[in-house]
């Protein structure tokens, strides 16, 4: 079974532009987490899409925004992007069924780096 | 948002040796993750402990589930270079799913020839 993938891999862009990343869970999964990995504050929680809806959401401001497709694939859009925000954003894939819906799966992540 | 305190946050260590690593939180978990990141990919899961006092292993592994649902320990024994990475500690709090998981600040092993 193909595990998580997330493209780009690798990501520059300037500071207030906005960029777009994406992220196929493993197959039959239909739960997809993004998480921010900095080495400040290490791994932090956006937000968690299920059945194309956002379940669950973290404490990051409204420049961060997400959505899931019918496919399970889901996409993260940061707008106006500050140095901040330079990161591995890492995308985790869950069965979602909420018994047994906390074992995720991480993509390799893509590193955003903002100039 | 809650804090896992993970300790401790290196390790030096030579090849042969065990090693003990474990997280600790003020509040309440219902759900133990432990995970291993090596440079450049992302966490991969490891042990997964889901009733206070469960003790689970895998392979050279092995992961308890605090009895007070607020702490938890990862046993690596006869460390091998491969097992050099990053373990980090994830907790889901009781109550639902609001946060996600709970990750602590990692414990970065390294093994000395």
């Known amino acids: 079974k193909a595990g998580v993938t997330q493209t780009p891999r690798y990501l520059i862009k300037t500071r207030g532009q906005q960029v777009t990343l994406s992220c196929s869970p493993i197959?039959?999964?239909?739960?997809v987490s993004w998480y921010q990995q900095t080495p400040g504050q290490g791994l932090q929680f956006l937000f968690e899409?299920?059945?194309?809806?956002?379940?669950n959401k973290g404490n990051f401001p409204g420049r961060f925004s997400g959505r899931q497709f019918s496919n399970s694939r889901s996409e993260m859009n940061v707008s106006t992007l500050e140095l901040g925000d330079s990161a591995l954003y890492l995308c985790a894939s869950s069965s979602g069924v909420r018994t047994v819906t906390y074992e995720q799966y991480f993509g390799p992540g893509t590193r955003l780096t903002v100039t | 948002g809650q804090q896992l305190n993970q300790s401790p946050q290196s390790m030096f260590i030579q090849e042969g040796e065990d090693v003990s690593m474990n997280c600790t939180s003020s509040?309440?978990?219902?759900?133990w993750l432990w995970y291993k990141q090596d440079p450049g990919e992302g966490p991969v899961l490891l042990i997964a402990l889901y009733k206070a006092g469960e003790l689970t292993s895998n392979g050279r592994l092995t992961a308890q589930f605090g009895i007070t649902r607020k702490d938890s320990f990862l046993n690596i024994s006869a460390s091998i270079p491969s097992d050099v990475g990053i373990y980090f500690c994830a907790g889901q709090l009781v109550g639902g799913g609001a946060d996600g998981l709970t990750f602590g600040k990692g414990t970065h092993l390294i093994i000395q020839p």
């Open positions: 899409y299920f059945s194309e809806t956002q379940r």
């Open positions: 197959s039959g999964h239909r739960s």
């Open positions: 509040s309440i978990f219902n759900t």
